[in-house]
């Protein structure tokens, strides 16, 4: 008998909503985003994106199920981001996909986001299992993971101050790229040429496997401020290599560390062209990136988790989980 689960993220500015056959069939995938919302305040505002998410999910459940040609009945599991996120847009995806749990007498299982990214792959390449090291590199967070097995992490090395995504929305803005910045970042990067501008590259001759891209973003705004006439695609091109540059190497000394020739990048950033034609030439590893639309938040790899989460290691979550804001993997 085929088994169906539910998954609900609402971490941040999307709502998604996913449902799945047996774990890893998509049988819908729907991701809502709330960027034009945003776009003028230059980043996401917490209660608007609440509201907004309160407002849209009961209609993407309901378009979700319409796709899959399911009903409520036929779901034998819900799962949900619990964190890390914003409390306000947790709670809200949290909540209902609780509700629906407890009205539909089904198990229910919290999942954390950033395990989710993961899942994203484990959805996209079945054969590529653990152990590997993964890059997880999004809007939020950059952090390397040793992935020994599903469910058992350790985290090698994360950022110390912005996130590689956050970086890229903040410089995007210093051009006039709007919000979010990454992906029309990289199109005008791809005009514009990559060694134009000396910018440093944070940490990327240390031993340490953590990350630093404020002073990156600060170089830049010094830079705009002595050459105002310079060419933005030569800027966007240049912060973009620099970024590139230190995801890279950062993810190959992680793997020569661990000796490992299996190399998996999730999150937002993954969708970076320039990201993905360097690891993808790296000749002596195997590189794995998730398609685009698993790269961005979405409530297929949450559901991937929840489903893995109760089948294989027996996980329920009581109805009183509540969000952490701050969890980490």
Same mark, same amino acid.
């Given at each position: !008998?085929?088994?169906?689960?539910?998954?609900?993220?609402?971490? $941040?500015?999307?709502?998604?909503?996913?449902?799945?056959?047996?774990?890893?069939?998509? @049988?819908?995938?729907i991701?809502?985003?709330?960027?034009?919302?945003?776009?003028?305040?230059?980043?996401?505002?917490?209660?608007?994106?609440?509201?907004?998410?309160?407002?849209?999910?009961?209609?993407?459940?309901?378009?979700?199920?319409?796709?899959?040609?399911?009903?409520?009945?036929?779901?034998?599991?819900?799962?949900?981001?619990?964190?890390?996120?914003?409390v306000?847009?947790?709670?809200?995806?949290?909540?209902?996909?609780?509700?629906?749990?407890?009205?539909l007498?089904?198990?229910?299982?919290?999942?954390?986001?950033?395990?989710?990214?993961?899942?994203?792959?484990?959805?996209?390449?079945?054969?590529?299992? +653990?152990?590997?090291?993964a @890059?997880?590199v999004?809007?939020?967070?950059?952090?390397?993971?040793?992935?020994?097995?599903?469910?058992?992490?350790?985290?090698?090395?994360?950022?110390?101050?912005?996130?590689a995504?956050?970086?890229?929305?903040k410089?995007?803005?210093? @051009?006039?790229?709007?919000? +979010?910045?990454?992906?029309?970042?990289?199109?005008?990067a791809?005009?514009?040429? +990559?060694?134009?501008?000396?910018?440093p590259?944070? !940490?990327?001759?240390?031993?340490?496997?953590?990350?630093?891209?404020?002073?990156?973003?600060?170089?830049?705004?010094?830079?705009?401020?002595?050459?105002?006439?310079?060419?933005?695609?030569?800027?966007?091109?240049?912060?973009?290599?620099?970024?590139?540059?230190?995801?890279?190497e950062?993810?190959?000394?992680?793997?020569?560390?661990?000796?490992?020739?299996?190399?998996?990048? *999730?999150?937002?950033?993954?969708?970076?062209?320039?990201?993905?034609?360097?690891l993808?030439? $790296?000749?002596?590893?195997? *590189?794995?990136?998730?398609?685009?639309?698993? $790269?961005?938040?979405?409530?297929?790899?949450?559901?991937a988790?929840?489903?893995?989460?109760?089948?294989?290691?027996?996980?329920?979550?009581?109805?009183?989980?509540?969000?952490?804001?701050?969890?980490?993997?």
């Amino acid at each position: !008998m085929a088994h169906y689960t539910l998954g609900i993220e609402t971490s $941040c500015d999307e709502t998604s909503v996913a449902l799945l056959r047996d774990g890893r069939e998509i @049988l819908a995938n729907i991701i809502y985003s709330q960027a034009h919302l945003h776009d003028k305040y230059g980043g996401v505002v917490p209660e608007v994106a609440s509201r907004n998410h309160i407002r849209k999910l009961p209609f993407v459940v309901q378009d979700a199920l319409e796709r899959a040609k399911l009903n409520f009945r036929q779901i034998s599991l819900v799962g949900a981001t619990y964190g890390p996120g914003l409390v306000g847009p947790l709670l809200v995806g949290l909540s209902y996909a609780k509700a629906i749990a407890y009205a539909l007498e089904k198990p229910f299982v919290g999942v954390n986001h950033l395990e989710g990214h993961i899942f994203a792959h484990y959805l996209e390449n079945f054969d590529a299992s +653990p152990p590997f090291v993964a @890059l997880l590199v999004s809007g939020g967070h950059t952090l390397l993971v040793d992935v020994r097995a599903y469910g058992d992490y350790r985290v090698l090395g994360e950022t110390r101050d912005d996130a590689a995504g956050e970086a890229f929305d903040k410089v995007g803005k210093l @051009l006039g790229l709007g919000y +979010p910045a990454g992906a029309a970042l990289d199109r005008l990067a791809r005009q514009g040429n +990559p060694k134009a501008i000396a910018l440093p590259r944070p !940490m990327l001759d240390s031993d340490s496997l953590e990350f630093s891209f404020a002073g990156l973003k600060t170089a830049i705004v010094y830079y705009l401020r002595d050459h105002s006439d310079a060419d933005r695609a030569d800027i966007a091109a240049s912060f973009q290599e620099a970024v590139v540059d230190v995801l890279t190497e950062k993810t190959l000394q992680a793997a020569r560390q661990l000796q490992t020739e299996k190399l998996v990048v *999730v999150g937002g950033v993954a969708a970076n062209s320039r990201l993905r034609e360097r690891l993808l030439a $790296c000749r002596d590893y195997k *590189v794995f990136f998730p398609k685009m639309e698993l $790269c961005t938040d979405n409530a297929a790899m949450i559901a991937a988790c929840a489903h893995f989460r109760n089948t294989a290691l027996g996980q329920n979550n009581p109805l009183e989980l509540a969000p952490e804001p701050s969890l980490r993997l």
